[in-house]
């Protein structure tokens, strides 16, 4: 039987009286890559911030890679990564000194070598050197992707992975995220307006509406059970339907 590196047991997350995520429950075999869709406000980035600790949930279990994240998240910590084009990084230090930074937090061996790997793999090497607030928005985008694989994750989370990408850089980094997964065997959970990208990464898709998982299926069996061509038209669907029907 497939282990399960990421299980979310009837997860919910209230502020105030605002439901941002209602009674969420699913789990990510390893070795896959799951999305995790909706529209604006559908509760996707409050579920990754629960998954990595920095939200505690109103209710709820979360366990990653068999540890319970709520008693124990410090034990998976350095199993796994985040990567956000809406973090930023210390705006002074260069692209270099903020990595290496990272790289020391996270004990990661052979600090410059790793560095020169992603340098290369994630083409960061022309402004490694440049402060980090000088930086383009596409630049940031592969910069946190960067410190994201520092470690080599187990399980990597990842909030809109090609944001402000060419759709050259956008497809490089698609590639490297497939190759990374399949040589490494971890596990992928992203989530994504992106569908063309979803339809590539993605082995299976979570969809959220209002803070509940209202479908699920690989892309292939979600095009066929809204009879469209695309995935764009089935997240359009979804969001789109009267409440209560999907």
Partial sequence: ??????????????????????????????????????????????????????????????????????????????????SSPYVDLPQRLTVAENLSVYAHLYGVPRVRRRLAELAEDLDIGAFLKRPYGTLSAGQRTRVSLAKAL????????????????????????????????????????????NMPEVERICDDVIMLRGGRLVDRGTPAELLERYGRGTLEEVFLDIARAPAGVV
């Fill in 1 to 82: 039987m497939q282990r399960q590196a990421i299980e979310v047991g009837h997860l919910s997350k209230r502020f105030g009286d605002i439901h941002a995520v209602e009674d969420l429950t699913f789990a990510v075999p390893q070795g896959t890559a799951c999305a995790l869709l909706g529209g604006n406000g559908a509760g996707k980035t409050t579920t990754l911030s629960m998954l990595l600790g920095l939200l505690t949930p109103s209710t709820g279990t979360i366990r990653i890679l068999g540890e319970d994240m709520l008693a124990h998240r410090y034990r998976v910590l350095g199993r796994m990564n985040f």
């Fill in 150 to 193: 520092l470690n080599a994750p187990e399980v990597l989370l990842l909030d809109e992975p090609t944001a402000s990408l060419d759709p050259d850089s956008a497809d490089r980094i698609r590639g490297y995220l497939l190759d990374y997964q399949r040589r490494s065997g971890a596990t992928l959970l992203l989530a994504s307006h």
